[in-house]
């Protein structure tokens, strides 16, 4: 199982001032307060640790349910430029994360799902509004599904169930989880 | 402070965050502040330390769990002013 975070960097230095008071504390651990007081781009860090939790509380949340806001007690630990842990509740997931200059993007997997295969995709997004923006991510998940398996695009559709978290649905029997991510003018998706 | 007087002063706080004014026109108790204003989950961050600077309170982890909907943060609120 997948989950995935993106955050767009340029949007994210006008939208949000991680410098302000109380910020750092409310959402990370004094360990990844040291992280980012240590980094070079203490911004790419940030968001990095912060798309780390994201994507990790998507797969938590489609696994066992719920709704919460404790990013603090998702905890990151680094182990190389791009590969981590985020631990939860005795749950450890791993992330990838990719520190472009304009974007970070993170997806997490469940332990032992490194050799499992799931399809990704990161693309940059048309400047229009939120509701046309998540039908232009749908189309593209549906056009994707169909190259790969060859499933008719009438017979594919993406659905979110009463919880918000998202499905494609194919020939009304086969349910498989995706996980949709969009910031700015960034979005991706997984599926598996 | 009446139930009407905290839904006006959580609507001046959320204001600068919100992604969907007609959410934000039709803002009630039951509001959600992630799926109906389209409020990025990092700017929630922003709503809570700017709810604690306007009351002169402090939330914690546990209450910050549950900051997710209008309803939550006025419970909050009223349990955090009501310590003092």
Redesign the interface.
Known sequence: MTGNDIVDMQVAATESNWRRKGFTEKIFSLQEQQYINNAALPDAMVWRLWTMKESAYKIYTRQYGGRFFTPKKFRCILLTETTGLVRFNNIAYQTTTVNAKDHVYTIARTEGAERVEFINSCFPLPKTDLSKQQQFIYKKIIACYHSITGELKKNISVNKDKNGIPFLNCNSNLQIPVSITHHGHFAAFTIH | MTKEELIDKLKGIVKPYV??EEGFNNLDENTDFL?DL?I???????V??DI?NEFDIIID?ES?????HVKAAMEIINAKLSEK
């Open positions: 992604k969907n799926n389209k990025n989950s990092a700017n929630l961050v922003d809570i330390l604690e982890n910050m769990e549950k900051m997710l």
